[in-house]
């Protein structure tokens, strides 16, 4: 499967490495250049704006947003909305709160755009470990979405 991942942080760079093991095409975005260039070393592929990694992705596209919750979670959201169409996927890796993951699908699904909440932990262990994720959403897709879920848990970790 081809994902977009935004935020390449300790975990986020690890969990992009998880996925590129697990043999997963990777396209990343992270707003330091040099995070990025660093992390396309293990094989993702670099972009660098947000407008190229999501015209980076087949139809229907999914991007997974690895930044603190709060503000920065909401301002990319707002940024990829305009980016995104119908059908497409947002997954939210922040651990962010109930209200915040309710109003977002609300207003994403307002667009077409399917929504997931997948509140991770992990920590740099996860690399070797496995992360545990709360994942939440419609149906549909969660279980499109469920290959990188299965890849990023630990083995027999999925339920």
């Keep these: ?15 992009v490495k998880r996925l590129l093991r697990g043999g997963h095409e990777v396209a990343i975005w992270n707003r330091s250049r040099e995070k990025t260039d660093e992390i396309a ?23 997974w947003v690895m930044v603190p919750s709060g503000d920065a979670t909401e301002a990319m959201i707002d940024e990829l ?31 077409g755009i399917h929504f997931i909440d997948a509140g991770t932990s992990g920590g740099v262990w996860g690399l070797e470990n496995g992360y545990c994720m709360m994942v939440g959403g419609d149906a549909a897709p969660v279980k499109e979405m469920e290959p990188i879920f299965l890849t990023l848990a630990p083995k027999d970790g999925y339920m």
């Design 1 to 15: 499967m081809k994902i977009g991942f935004i935020g390449l942080g300790k975990m986020g760079g690890n969990m």
């Design 41 to 63: 070393k293990d094989g993702a592929t670099p972009t660098y704006s947000v407008k190229d990694l999501v015209a980076a992705l087949p139809s229907p596209r999914k991007v």
């Design 81 to 111: 909305i305009p980016l995104l169409g119908k059908g497409d996927t947002v997954i939210d890796g922040g651990n962010s709160n109930f209200h915040d993951t309710i109003r977002r699908h609300e207003k994403l699904a307002g667009h």
